[in-house]
């Protein structure tokens, strides 16, 4: 167990809809950050907030967006949900303790599209 | 932005065979070089890490090496068990302090026969 908790673990919802992916830090993180790993596919890094603030971006469409809030979870928000976004959602924190670098991913939240 | 490519995308060894994934990254900013090792459904975990000032570190059975010059990095696995079987992603990130952009390889499945 990595301490990043991840809900819900399995969503199916319609294409059109919108749906919100939640994630806690361990305890002392800092950071999170948002993953998508499609089927076969490698981590596509989405976004990185530190604090309450964005610092890095990556491969975020527009339709997704992102908040950390002051207790430090964080919010991925999926809208107008394509066939394609149907994938594993992984959520990872760090900066706590230990080394500032290394990544603790959470288990993930499957979404399927239909 | 940094483009991490990995090779090869499958690999199957014998029980007790080495196993050698290959890694290259673009962007000469990278500091971080981190391998994780995701099992069937599961979340991706952290296995060993090094970083730009090091050129090899050793774990036990598992050791990477860093050529800077050449942009490339390596994971090498002895004496592999067949529980060593999953998918290995390497990663680069041009890390500055709580700012990460990590870069994950499209993966590479390892398979050992027993």
């Known amino acids: 167990d990595s301490g990043v908790t991840q809900t819900p673990k399995h969503l199916i919802t319609a294409t059109g809809q919108r749906v919100t992916l939640r994630c806690s830090p361990r305890?002392?993180?800092?950071?999170v950050y948002w993953y998508q790993q499609s089927l076969d596919q490698g981590l596509q890094f989405l976004i990185q907030?530190?604090?309450?603030?964005?610092?890095a971006k990556g491969n975020i469409l527009e339709r997704f967006s992102a908040q950390q809030f002051p207790d430090l979870h964080s919010e991925l928000n999926l809208s107008s949900l394509e066939l394609g976004d149907s994938a594993l959602y992984f959520c990872a924190s760090s900066g706590g303790q230990g080394s500032d670098y290394e990544q603790y991913f959470g288990p993930g939240t499957r979404l399927t599209v239909t | 932005g940094e483009n991490v490519e990995q090779h090869p995308s499958t690999l199957s060894v014998q029980e007790g065979d080495s196993a050698v994934i290959k890694c290259t990254y673009s962007?000469?900013?990278?500091?971080?070089f981190p391998w994780y090792k995701q099992e069937l459904g599961k979340r991706p975990q952290l296995i060993i890490d090094i970083r730009s000032n090091v050129g090899e570190k050793k774990d036990q059975r598992i050791a990477v090496t860093l050529n800077k010059t050449a942009k490339h990095f390596s994971l090498h696995i002895t004496e592999t068990q067949p529980e060593d079987s999953a998918v290995y992603f390497c990663?680069?990130?041009?890390?500055?302090?709580?700012?990460?952009?990590?870069?994950f390889g499209a993966g590479t499945r390892l398979t050992v026969k027993p």
């Open positions: 305890s002392g993180d800092l950071s």
């Open positions: 907030y530190y604090n309450g603030e964005e610092r």
């Open positions: 990663a680069a990130d041009p890390y500055i302090y709580n700012n990460n952009d990590m870069r």
């Open positions: 962007d000469s900013a990278s500091n971080y």
